[in-house]
């Protein structure tokens, strides 16, 4: 499969000296699935950034089809969707469906094929009955979903969310999970970064787990060792090692179940 | 904060144009202002008509309706009080006082009804249209900048603003649930409060540039303003009739 982002000894160092990255060196294909995994800091997000060009390298280089990331900044707004966590901060139209429609706005299409796309994006996102809403009155579920609509209404080639489960129930959790099957479905990269792996994984192509802004593992899923998890400050999500599962019948202990 | 309250109201009047409403009011602005008693009841009647007609909410008005008769408080007693004769109030300056809380009422009423009826980007598409035209293909092509989208800094600005407040409201509720208050409020105390809200709000602010830019931000984004209609003409004509007889009435 075709190469879609190179990262090359890639390092970030912050200006009071902390590192963030750590010589990173990892290429994403075109069509993969990949989940991005760490403990918190572990610099998960930030290497998302390098890969959308709104962070620097301190050394090394992110390659997005084979040039510099940085310098390639046009065909990277078209290609790459990016999700952030805070999703209230990154709605930018008065009403949900002027909101989706502000990307394609951007890809100077006719006015047609704009209200087209919202259109298709509102209905992948199941808020076409909540075109006219304000984003305000969505709740966190939905603004979630309006995020993602808003990414997909540019028909990008590539999708990455940043934390895209984080305080949601199971129900919009569902939703997000099958958002990103039909992504992978049409063909489109997908990059997850998240934590909570239990949720996401089964459908990942590749996991790549980084502790303290090092590359520590990138391979297939089942591949991965149950102690890796633990090791780096991960939930197993394998059958019988995720820790939290309730147990049927009678509660005998609080204490989280041991692998 | 957000004066652009547009809710999907099923009435013909979310879809008149922006340009021609924004005309019309104007128009009624200062038809209101010079119009007489009668004139004037016969606007208000219009505006109460058109917006149960229309099924425009009445409701949230009452606050700020309330600020009209402070300004028409502070109109009579400007005019009525110490009138120079030994008295102490003129009762007599009451009724121009009326008269101009009146007008006001009127212009509020108008003014809430393209408010509710209108989108701001449909506004701001008119503005950027406009600023385009003004500056020209050469402009366009030299100047890169959010400052010739005045359309989309309207959005900004009316998007900005009530998160701002937000922020404020989530600090301070934040500093009430640990105890802020109820001592007397120290400045020491207050200053990290700013500091928090200040910080909130240009990380937020941060954040909208940043994901404008990653949702690949163009000022020569494609504008969609709407077409006038035949709705529009007759709001035009009903505006300029309105002009003509507040020039009559100042005659």
């Given at each position: 499969?075709?190469?879609?982002?190179?990262?090359?000894?890639?390092?970030?160092?912050?200006?009071?000296?902390?590192?963030?990255?750590?010589?990173?060196?990892?290429?994403?294909?075109?069509?993969?699935?990949?989940?991005?995994?760490?403990?918190n800091g572990s610099g998960k997000t930030l290497l998302a950034r390098h890969f959308v060009g709104i962070s620097a390298p301190t050394?090394?280089?992110v390659f997005f089809r084979g040039i510099d990331a940085r310098r390639n900044l046009k065909e990277l707004r078209k290609s790459v969707?990016?999700?952030?966590?805070?999703?209230?901060?990154?709605?930018?139209?008065?009403?949900?469906?002027?909101?989706?429609?502000?990307?394609?706005?951007?890809?100077?299409?006719?006015?047609?094929?704009?209200?087209?796309?919202?259109?298709?994006?509102?209905?992948?996102?199941?808020?076409?009955?909540?075109?006219?809403?304000?984003?305000?009155?969505?709740?966190?579920?939905?603004?979630?979903?309006?995020?993602?609509?808003?990414?997909?209404?540019?028909?990008?080639?590539?999708?990455?969310?940043?934390?895209?489960?984080?305080?949601?129930?199971?129900?919009?959790?569902?939703?997000?999970?099958?958002?990103?099957?039909?992504?992978?479905?049409?063909?489109?990269?997908?990059?997850?970064?998240?934590?909570?792996?239990?949720?996401?994984?089964?459908?990942?192509?590749?996991?790549?787990?980084?502790?303290?802004?090092?590359?520590?593992?990138?391979?297939?899923?089942?591949?991965?060792?149950?102690?890796?998890?633990?090791?780096?400050?991960?939930?197993?999500?394998?059958?019988?090692?995720?820790?939290?599962?309730?147990?049927?019948?009678?509660?005998?202990?609080?204490?989280?179940?041991?692998? | 904060?957000?004066?652009?309250?547009?809710?999907?109201?099923?009435?013909?009047?979310?879809?008149?144009?922006?340009?021609?409403?924004?005309?019309?009011?104007?128009?009624?602005?200062?038809?209101?202002?010079?119009?007489?008693?009668?004139?004037?009841?016969?606007?208000?009647?219009?505006?109460?008509?058109?917006?149960?007609?229309?099924?425009?909410?009445?409701?949230?008005?009452?606050?700020?309706?309330?600020?009209?008769?402070?300004?028409?408080?502070?109109?009579?007693?400007?005019?009525?009080?110490?009138?120079?004769?030994?008295?102490?109030?003129?009762?007599?300056?009451?009724?121009?006082?009326?008269?101009?809380?009146?007008?006001?009422?009127?212009?509020?009423?108008?003014?809430?009804?393209?408010?509710?009826?209108?989108?701001?980007?449909?506004?701001?598409?008119?503005?950027?249209?406009?600023?385009?035209?003004?500056?020209?293909?050469?402009?366009?092509?030299s100047s890169a900048t959010i400052l010739a989208d005045p359309g989309m800094l309207l959005s900004l600005s009316l998007l900005f603003?009530?998160?701002?407040?937000?922020?404020?409201?989530?600090?301070?509720?934040?500093?009430?649930?640990?105890?802020?208050?109820?001592?007397?409020?120290?400045?020491?105390?207050?200053?990290?409060?700013?500091?928090?809200?200040?910080?909130?709000?240009?990380?937020?602010?941060?954040?909208?540039?940043?994901?404008?830019?990653?949702?690949?931000?163009?000022?020569?984004?494609?504008?969609?303003?709407?077409?006038?209609?035949?709705?529009?003409?007759?709001?035009?004509?009903?505006?300029?009739?309105?002009?003509?007889?507040?020039?009559?009435?100042?005659?």
């Amino acid at each position: 499969m075709p190469e879609l982002f190179r990262a090359e000894g890639l390092s970030h160092k912050f200006r009071d000296g902390s590192e963030g990255l750590k010589n990173i060196n990892l290429r994403i294909d075109d069509h993969e699935f990949i989940v991005i995994a760490g403990r918190n800091g572990s610099g998960k997000t930030l290497l998302a950034r390098h890969f959308v060009g709104i962070s620097a390298p301190t050394a090394g280089s992110v390659f997005f089809r084979g040039i510099d990331a940085r310098r390639n900044l046009k065909e990277l707004r078209k290609s790459v969707g990016f999700v952030f966590q805070d999703t209230d901060s990154q709605i930018l139209g008065q009403t949900v469906a002027e909101d989706v429609a502000f990307g394609p706005s951007n890809l100077r299409l006719s006015p047609a094929e704009i209200h087209e796309r919202t259109k298709e994006a509102l209905v992948e996102a199941k808020l076409e009955n909540a075109s006219d809403r304000r984003p305000e009155s969505l709740s966190g579920g939905e603004k979630r979903r309006l995020a993602i609509a808003g990414v997909l209404a540019m028909r990008p080639d590539c999708v990455i969310l940043d934390e895209p489960f984080a305080n949601l129930d199971f129900e919009s959790v569902q939703d997000i999970v099958r958002i990103c099957r039909d992504l992978k479905k049409s063909g489109v990269t997908l990059i997850i970064v998240t934590h909570e792996l239990e949720k996401i994984l089964l459908l990942a192509d590749r996991l790549v787990i980084l502790d303290g802004g090092q590359l520590c593992f990138s391979g297939q899923p089942s591949s991965a060792d149950p102690d890796l998890f633990s090791l780096h400050g991960l939930a197993c999500p394998y059958d019988g090692f995720f820790p939290w599962t309730f147990p049927r019948g009678e509660l005998t202990s609080m204490e989280p179940r041991q692998p | 904060m957000n004066p652009f309250a547009f809710e999907p109201l099923d009435s013909p009047l979310a879809r008149v144009s922006a340009v021609s409403k924004g005309f019309l009011l104007i128009c009624v602005s200062t038809a209101a202002m010079s119009f007489g008693l009668l004139p004037l009841l016969a606007l208000l009647t219009a505006s109460a008509v058109a917006m149960a007609t229309l099924r425009l909410p009445f409701k949230e008005m009452g606050k700020p309706a309330i600020a009209i008769g402070y300004l028409a408080l502070f109109s009579a007693i400007a005019r009525g009080i110490f009138p120079g004769d030994g008295r102490f109030f003129d009762a007599a300056s009451l009724p121009a006082s009326a008269l101009y809380g009146l007008r006001l009422l009127i212009v509020f009423f108008f003014a809430r009804i393209y408010y509710v009826s209108t989108k701001a980007s449909e506004l701001g598409d008119y503005l950027s249209l406009a600023a385009r035209k003004v500056a020209g293909s050469k402009a366009r092509a030299s100047s890169a900048t959010i400052l010739a989208d005045p359309g989309m800094l309207l959005s900004l600005s009316l998007l900005f603003l009530p998160r701002v407040f937000d922020n404020y409201r989530k600090v301070r509720d934040a500093a009430d649930l640990r105890a802020y208050g109820i001592r007397r409020r120290r400045m020491a105390n207050t200053l990290p409060m700013l500091q928090t809200f200040i910080f909130m709000s240009i990380k937020g602010a941060l954040v909208a540039a940043r994901a404008m830019e990653l949702r690949g931000y163009s000022e020569a984004r494609t504008l969609n303003p709407a077409r006038l209609s035949r709705i529009d003409a007759v709001v035009f004509i009903a505006g300029t009739i309105l002009l003509v007889l507040a020039g009559l009435a100042i005659k």
